[in-house]
């Protein structure tokens, strides 16, 4: 599959191309095809328009095809043509359905109208370097209607080019300043064309908006968004991609979502807002190729792929786990898309009209111009026009400057060797010529050169390749054909082992055998009878398990059971004896090959021996048949590969002049040396004088040769003969008659021996067919035999592999629990010490508040000489303290330094409160009615208390900062003690699944067919949830699931006997119903009943019965009457008739006698004629009057005839009915 698309506008069909060249329309709802079609050609890329419902293809060969699908059972071919060179790689619609562009590696792309209305004319081109390898288009209908965006990604040398450029949506409107040249060139200036360099290689591209664009780094695997500014692009956002290198980009109609694939076989959609969240769905198979193309739907709700596996799958999305919020964007953004495409229902229709009254094309045209080239032929030949008259003169002249220089150099081959000129000093333009042969030297070094180089390489492979494939093998792969057939069989190449190797396998089998010495010591023991049973039974298990069928060709197969395979040394030490096993059968078969390769080559020569006979034979018997030798073919004699014959080079071998030189010196001396031996050899003159020139004299030759006749019998007459001559002309004829009777037996042993020879021949190759078969039947079950090894060999890696994994984890998981329990200790240690400061600043704090409440005692102990309200006020004032705005708590100096720029210092808060206090102890907060002296006293006294008050603070401040840090420590000890219960957790998660894996073994077995019960996947089947039973378990099911089965069907019989009551039940109820309804329905006739005068009579008369059998009876008598006259017109009618056919009878007869009559007649008229033809001319006019009397008055004869009997018929009618009329009086005597 190269393409698939919608087929606009319900979406419901589906087209498709092969590469081959077949396109198919399918059904969208019931995958049914609908329709197919085959182009004849190679098919590269295909798309639906969506202005019209018609579907737009790319050949290789450079043509585009448009199909009509109105009708989707019958696609139809309404319109092909080349554009491109090459192959049309890109195919891309304009969302306003009126442009189509179209790529290809031939450095253009072509604009082209979609509407048929248009007939499909290009309206441009533009020019890009090196090839095509993506086209986005993009129009915004609401914004700008009347242009369209385009990007264009290509390759060339190795660097990727995006072309952005603005185009008009009515192209084919716009004046001649929108290109550039005659040939419908955009010029750049009019379309705004930017051309961006990428710093990656770029496999696509893809528009979001007219400035961000959406592409695929090929190197490194990765989405790239760009983003368009000032005529340069930048990178704004990279996404993981694709696992292969290579892919595409697609952008939902709707512009929010992005879709990509890949050789890789995935498909991955992402969000233009979120591109590195990504959603991967596996759709076809990465072995066969991938995803070749993926599709949106118009209104983004389908998604179509196809793979080059021949898969094409339909997505759908699914909104159901969207929130609602999310959900109405999703679906706003369809419904927009869906409106847009809504916008192109008038020109549809339009279109599709014209599409349908477009005429069919039968075939496809191999046409070698392309649109382009044909404009720029018609351009040229405009020009020509225009400047013919100079064309013409300078040809003139050119022409007239050859003629003279041929003339010259003509005249110079004339004259004398010593006068001559050489050719290149005839040559006008000196310079141009010597540039000319320096360019041929030049390009003739770097041919050489790289030529050189190839050649050097080619070695260097050649050199791999053997050294790989032929030095480094301990069995060459051969193969062996059939004498007549295709069949092919292959020996099992074996590579060499290596030291290292050879070595691994003596230690492994040298271990095996001291452990199957003391398994048997073992065994051998005595033991009782049941437990010498159980053994048996153990080893025909062990043997039925043993997971493929290498016992039936190696007897001594040595491996290990597979339910003792649980370290992975015991797992090495297997597949190393998986190995030795299959190295063994490869050599079994090797050897039955070698064999069989052994008596064909045997064949071969018997059946060479026994065609050179044959032809000797064929030349005896004067046969043109050839007989073909057989002889080994190419891949049966691999060493071929490795010499290249002469007749392989299919160009002459280059010689140096000195070369050169020595070969025409050689071929001299030989014929020379020819020349001298055919002048006079005696020995050969010798040979055809005595023995015609051969050495043995044939019997077979002998009867080749014919008798020569005597000269008599050449010269004279058989009658000219004497008696002598006759006596030896019949010597001659018997000599003769015996050659010839030599000859035929001769002939015939020929004939015998050649048919001996040719059975011989086909006995021996169909006896060698029937080895080469039997060895290809040995070689699938030794292949397959070898695949189950091989099998065991993968399954033992990956268990190696995986139980290495786990004891990686466990060691990964062991490092960070050692850290975490070193961690947990030095937290423990750090909270005992910080619990024992905590309960030393305790105490102290204790003692400390104990002596400010003591100095508060002793404060009114000190002033206990005051009066009340004068101790009152200072108590007051002994109370107040100043207050202060709070700031905000800092960490540390450094650290708000460094983590504000704009950090100010603040003072210190003690400080700031002693200053207060300071404050306080002024004069202005004095009492009036206080003395000095006590004002001082009190100001001494409160100073004590304020110093024990911050001495109380500092106290409390410092426990509650410990209590802070400890509860900061608590919670790390109990980070640290739940990160050791999860590594624990892990650990021991990781040592069951790890002891589960040692115990659960993964044993292949080999099951027959129809034992397998798993339903097949789409790639590979799944046994992860299937279970080994026995087989008399399935046997009792199925017994069971049959019993059942019966009880069920008995149940359901009685059930329908039972609906069987029920229905009939149902139905006389219903009769009823309707029977209650008809008399109802009766009583109401009966009511509306109109009386008219025969119901009158009715009712009124006592007797009915006898009224009614009196009009019975008379309609019986009416009807018998008519009865008696219906058999008499009858009889009559009838009587008429048979008189009519004795009439028709009598009248046939008498035409076929007037025949007969006529007949003679005819041949009377005829006689008479020619009696008359006779008869002299003066009498023919009485004989014309005799024959017109006799012909008038034949008529008036038949004339007479025919009346006679119509008057006997008119007289018979007649008396007819007098008959009737009047009755007849018959006389008695």
Known sequence: MVGVDFVSPTNSQIISCRKNGIVQVWSAETAAQLSSLQLGSEVSTIACCQSSRSAFIGLSSG?????????????????????????????????????????????????????????????????????????????????????????????????SVISHAKLPVDLHLQPKEAFDDDTFHMDPKFISRADCQLDFLASSVAMVNPNIMVTVDVTKKNVVILNLNSGKLTVTDRANGHLLKGGSVVISPHGKWIGSYSGDGQIIFRSIEDAQNSVSIPCHSHFLGGTSFLKFANDGQQVLSCGKDGVIALWKWNYDSLVTEEKATVLGAVDASRGRYASLLGLRKEQDAVLQNMPALSALKCQ???????????????????????????????SELRATVLGMIETNENVDGIEQLKRHEFTLDVDERQRILNEGDDEIESIKESVELENLAMLFLKELIKKECWDGMEVVGHSLVLFSGDLEVSNFSIKKRTDREREEVERVLTLYAHEKLEVDEVEYAPKPKDDEGEHEEEQEISASLYGSHAKKFYGNSIQHSQFNLHSNQRKRDQIELIKHTIGHLK?????????????????????????????????????????????????????????????????????????????????????????????????????????????????EDELQKDLEKPEFMLAKAESQWSEDEHKIAKEFEKKEKHLMEEREKYRKALEAELKKLQTANSEGMNSFDEKLNKLFKLKIEYQKTINQEELKIVRLARSVYQQEYLEDCDSDLLKPLDEFKQMKLRTQDEVAEIKRSIDKLRDEHEIVLQEDRAIEKQFKKDFVDLDAFTLDILIKLYKRRPKLMKQKPQNSESTSRSSNPFYVKVEDPDKLFLEAMAELDSDIHKPEILEVEIWERFIDARKIKVESELKVKHHSQKIQDLNSYLQRKLEEDEAVKNKIEKTFQHLNDLRDKKLKFLMNLEIQLLLKQGQVEVDPGVFSTKFDNALLIHRSVIEDLNSQIVTLGEGKVS?????????????????EHEKMHMEAEDLNSKTRDVQTLRVTKELQVFLFEENNAQRMQKEIQTLEKTIKLNENMHQRKSLDKKRILDR?????????????????????????????QQIQEACVADLIPAADQRMKDIVARRKLVDLAKSQSQEVAVLRAEVERLRMKTFPALVQHN
């Open 1051 to 1067: 149940a359901m019989i009685d059930c329908k006997d039972y609906y069987k009551n029920i229905h009939l039940l149902e139905w």
């Open 368 to 398: 070698e111009k392309t649109w382009l080239a044909k404009v720029e032929a018609g351009v040229q030949e405009l020009k020509d026009k225009t400047f013919e008259p100079q064309i013409e003169e300078l040809r003139k002249s050119i």
């Open 587 to 699: 050599n079994t078969f090797n050897k039955e090959f070698t064999e069989v390769y052994l008596s064909k080559k045997q064949e071969i020569a018997r059946v060479a021996e026994r065609t050179d006979r044959i032809k000797q034979i064929l030349k005896d018997l004067k046969s043109e048949d050839n007989v073909d030798i057989p002889a080994f073919k190419q891949i049966e004699m691999p060493e071929s590969f490795l010499i290249v014959e002469d007749s392989e080079i299919k160009f002459d071998k280059y010689l140096t002049p000195e070369e050169q030189a020595a070969q025409v010196e050689k071929r001299r001396l030989e014929a020379e040396r020819k020349r001298l031996e055919e002048a006079d050899n005696a020995r050969e003159r010798a040979l055809d004088t005595m023995m015609h020139g051969k050495l043995e004299i044939r019997p």
């Open 63 to 159: 043509q585009l095809v448009v199909l009509d699908l109105n009708t989707p059972e019958s696609p139809r071919i309404i319109f092909e043509d080349r554009i491109h060179h090459g192959s049309i790689l890109h195919i891309a619609f304009d969302m306003s359905g009126k442009l189509l562009f179209t790529g290809s590696d031939d450095g253009h792309v072509i604009i082209l109208d979609t509407r048929a209305s248009n007939k499909f004319k290009c309206l441009g081109h533009i020019d890009v370097k090196g090839q095509v390898t993506g086209i986005a288009s993009l129009h915004q209908l609401k914004i700008e209607k009347e242009w369209c965006y385009l990007a264009i990604s290509s390759v060339c040398d190795n660097s």
């Open 1140 to 1168: 009519l056919n004795r009439l028709i009878k009598e009248k046939e007869l008498e035409c076929a006698i007037l025949d007969a009559e006529l007949k003679e007649l005819a041949v009377s008229l005829v006689e008479r």
